[in-house]
């Protein structure tokens, strides 16, 4: 999530030579290579290596890790396809960006006793690229936003070692209190150009990776969102705002539905 937030910052600002498209390109290369070091202390430090191995964690999470890498795969590989490429060969590495990443995350996942290499994750990834690119340029693109939402949740203080010790940790490890959403511009003139529909999902009641069959459950929520192409304004200040919210939903109130009840929640 933050990788993005960051690399959102070095795409916000339109290359005006040579030498800043070059830079903004590096800026994608570097933090994806950094971050594999913080990757490696928030995720895999704890654990000791093994032989390659693959795990098949299909069920966890009722598949909101695979949304995780879904959301991750897209927006690297949306990024790639608008950084400014000289030749083929670097436009063919940009387009592939995200998916080179990811994958290095399950090579990783492949040599540690915590986890796999996950079959699963691999499609995921490989959804996220192959949609980015579809999507790239269409009007579809300029209407859908694929968004993350996170809002604490009470389990995470129930298994801290696997749900996060920290406001930081738990926003990349609680999925209790993560959400992906779908928020689509609507063009109608009485409908306010700042407000989007947003459709999303999340689960509740993971204490451990596998369902527990009597509290955890799938949401499905409604809500509103801002709509990041309503800021026309070209003051500085207004960019890194306008950039986040293409990632990032605002958190506005929702609806959650699960087959028992509905009830409001963020």
Request: hydrophobic share 40%.
């Amino acid at each position: 999530m933050y990788i993005l937030l960051f690399l959102s910052l070095c795409m916000s600002y339109k290359a005006s030579d040579t030498l800043h498209a070059k830079l903004k390109t590096g800026s994608l290369y570097a933090a994806l290579g950094t971050s594999f070091i913080g990757l490696n202390e928030l995720w895999y430090k704890s654990y000791k290596s093994a032989s390659f191995h693959v795990f098949n964690d299909s069920k966890e999470w009722y598949q909101m890790d695979k949304l995780g890498h879904l959301y991750s795969c897209f927006h690297i590989t949306t990024m790639g396809l608008e950084m400014p490429a000289q030749h083929i060969g670097q436009k063919t590495l940009n387009t592939v960006s995200g998916l080179l990443f990811l994958s290095g995350i399950e090579v990783l996942d492949a040599y540690s006793t915590g986890w796999g290499f996950s079959k699963s994750d691999m499609l995921a990834n490989v959804l996220g690229c192959a949609s980015a690119i579809a999507l790239h340029k269409s009007i579809v693109h300029q209407m859908l936003y694929f968004k993350f939402g996170y809002w604490p949740s009470p389990y995470a203080d129930q298994n801290p070692k696997l749900l996060g010790q920290n406001g930081f940790t738990r926003i990349l490890k609680d999925y209790n209190g993560q959400s992906y959403w779908l928020s689509c511009s609507l063009k109608y003139k009485f409908w306010p150009k700042w407000l989007a529909l947003s459709l999303g999902y999340g689960i509740t009641g993971f204490i451990h990776a596998y369902p527990d069959t009597l509290h955890s459950k799938r949401l499905f929520k409604c809500s509103i969102d801002f709509n990041p192409n309503a800021i026309k304004s070209s003051k500085g200040w207004l960019k890194p705002i306008k950039w986040i919210f293409k990632y990032v939903k605002f958190p506005f109130p929702s609806l959650a539905f699960n087959e028992k009840k509905v009830f409001l929640t963020y």
